[in-house]
């Protein structure tokens, strides 16, 4: 036996429609994003302070490469989570960091 047309077509149409609005969720009240790809720079200094509780720390590029920011307070120094950063930044669960081969390179993607 053979299923009705009209109840294969509204299968197809279902698991169409469940594939077409899955869609990335953002933290904050589950907004759909559509558009993918850069959403700017990095504030290294600010994910300092939210990182180590806001207590005089500050962003220090130790060096020119890409992975010489550390978080400093006076003699104190602690590495930077970038994808935390980003999301925290952007709002945004599903933000993450990138970056070329400079200190200066970082940017936020999704």
Not at 48 to 58: A, P, Q, Y
Not at 72 to 86: F, H, K, L, R, Y
Request: hydrophobic share 40%.
């Amino acid at each position: 036996m053979f299923a009705k047309p009209s109840t294969v077509l509204s299968a197809i149409v279902a698991c169409l429609a469940l594939g077409t609005f899955a869609s990335p969720m953002s933290k904050e009240g589950g907004v759909a994003l559509e558009a993918r790809g850069e959403l700017g720079g990095v504030d290294v200094d600010e994910a300092c302070k939210l990182e180590n509780g806001d207590l005089g720390w500050t962003a220090v590029a130790t060096g020119s490469g890409w992975a010489d920011w550390r978080c400093e307070m006076g003699s104190a120094q602690t590495s930077v989570n970038m994808d935390a950063a980003c999301a925290t930044q952007y709002n945004l669960v599903n933000a993450y960091a990138t970056h070329g081969s400079g200190v200066y390179s970082w940017q936020c993607d999704i």
